[in-house]
């Protein structure tokens, strides 16, 4: 590893500024994702900038349209929240199987959504909750639905100089259920083979809406909206389930690698689909 | 570049280049080699240090992450000569073969501890699912953790 300058910031103004005039900086938050890829020499930042110490970065909090989560929030912090646990579940339920607690004391939301690899835990989630993260750089930020910050596997729509700040979760409402599942080596291994989570509105004892999203089983965490189309609006089944379940092989293109192989993750890409639906469904009370 | 932070108690600060892991500072630096080398990947558990009383895998934090922070490694453990209840109860339940992966659950178990006086087994199995023991000494590890929580009981309770 090689790295010849470390800035550490504690005014989000004085961070923006020196990211914009230093495009070669890499930010640092957890670290347990950039130090792994400068220890394989995958990256070789000349320098880093420890964003560790902007105070309006931390904690999770109850606003008038749900929850705004800080970038710097640990997934330690997100297992422990009564609030996540009740204003958006299918994230508790991610951060209860997280790695192990060392990495999650350190790692946070913001670097697992930034590094952006397809098989972030927090992904998923997020996108059947339907949340919007907000980013800020000199001049403004903006504000961008979770499906669109992701490019590809390490490439999200960040530009140089411009930071995430807060993820934003609209309040679920009544008679919604949802749920999280993943599928890994063992409980704690670094990344999953498959994860999936689901969210949905009943009304009526129809399917009103539902959102189903999968990890590592495309370049970037994906909406499984094939399934979604075969469900909506009809009145939940076991038979309605499954068969819709199945669809989801038209929304995944997933690869082999060390985890799995491409085959076994279509196999099981399917009974995830199935079991967090039926289990969002039985959460929303159909 | 100078870093300082409270290593065991003791204010400390070092002169190193800010690429080198927190891991490399704490052994070559400054010679607290209790913590451990393993996987370097954040897998093994062998590095866990307390960090801010959390516990953390050094191998993966850059040493400048360091800064004003309280670090707490297995050689802050003892007092005054006397083993921490937690490192006797290893000792007394046989909790280690090659005793590689034993600093970085000592520190865990401390860290678990700390918090829950009286941890579950399930409880006690998962804080512990970042520490590998290629040994295998599992069940003996869950017997320690289990014995040091009365131990530090008993003891709190007769100084209470
Ligand atoms: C042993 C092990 C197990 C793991 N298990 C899991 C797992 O179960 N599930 C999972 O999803 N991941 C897992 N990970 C990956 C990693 O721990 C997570 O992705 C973690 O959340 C990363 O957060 P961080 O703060 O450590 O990121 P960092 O390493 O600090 O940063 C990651 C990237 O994001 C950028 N970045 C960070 N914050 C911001 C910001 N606010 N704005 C802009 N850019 C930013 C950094 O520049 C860097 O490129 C594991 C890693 C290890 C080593
Ligand atoms: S050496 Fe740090 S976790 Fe293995
Ligand atoms: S005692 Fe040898 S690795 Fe645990």
């Not at chain 1, 550490?8 to 640092?28: H, N, Q, T």
């Amino acid at each position: 590893m090689s790295m010849l300058e470390y800035r550490r910031f504690s005014s989000l103004e004085d961070a923006l500024r020196f990211l914009s005039e230093r495009p070669d900086a890499k930010i640092v938050a957890g670290g347990t994702d950039l130090v792994v890829q400068m220890r394989m020499g995958k990256l070789k930042p000349s320098t880093v900038a420890d964003i560790r110490g902007i105070m309006e970065l931390r904690g999770i909090r109850e606003s008038d349209e749900g929850l705004e989560i800080g970038a710097l929030t640990t997934i330690e912090e997100i297992r422990e929240s009564s609030l996540v646990e009740r204003l958006a579940p299918p994230l508790w339920e991610a951060a209860q199987e997280f790695a192990t607690w060392q990495i999650r004391n350190m790692g946070t939301i913001g670097g697992n959504l930034c590094n952006a690899s397809p098989a972030a835990d927090t992904a998923p989630p997020l996108m059947v909750l339907g949340a919007r993260v907000r980013t800020a750089r000199l001049g403004g930020g903006r504000t961008i639905p979770i499906e669109e910050f992701f490019r590809g596997p390490g490439e999200t729509i960040l530009e140089k100089g411009e930071l995430l700040t807060h993820v934003h979760i609209p309040r679920p409402g009544d008679s919604e259920g949802h749920a999280f599942q993943r599928l890994g080596r063992r409980v704690a291994h670094i990344l999953s083979i498959v994860s999936a989570a689901a969210a949905v509105g009943v009304e009526d004892g129809r399917i009103g809406w539902v959102r189903v999203a999968l990890g590592s089983v495309a370049p970037t965490p994906v909406r499984a909206r094939t399934v979604e189309r075969e469900l909506t609006g009809k009145t939940p089944s076991r038979d309605l389930i499954k068969s819709a379940s199945e669809k989801v092989l038209n929304d995944i293109k997933p690869i082999s690698d060390v985890r799995a192989s491409a085959e076994y993750r279509r196999a099981m890409s399917v009974v995830l689909v199935r079991r967090v639906l039926e289990k969002a469904l039985r959460r929303a009370g159909a | 570049m100078r870093i300082r932070f409270t290593l065991n108690g003791r204010r400390v600060e070092v002169d190193a280049p800010p690429h080198i892991t927190l891991l490399e500072l704490l052994r070559n630096y400054l010679r607290t080699t209790g913590v451990k080398r393993g996987c370097e990947t954040g897998e093994c558990g062998a590095c866990t240090i307390l960090m801010d009383g959390k516990p953390v895998n050094s191998c993966l934090i850059l040493a400048p992450m360091a800064e004003g922070a309280e670090i707490v490694t297995v050689e802050g453990l003892a007092e005054d000569g006397r083993l921490h209840p937690i490192q006797e109860a290893f000792i007394e339940e046989n909790a280690l073969q090659c005793g590689y992966c034993t600093p970085g659950f000592l520190i865990t178990a401390k860290a678990l501890l700390d918090r829950v006086p009286e941890p579950s087994v399930e409880l006690i199995k998962d804080a512990l699912t970042g520490n590998i023991c290629r040994c295998g000494a599992y069940r003996m590890i869950i017997s320690a953790v289990l014995r040091a929580s009365e131990k530090m009981r008993t003891t709190s309770a007769s100084q209470g």
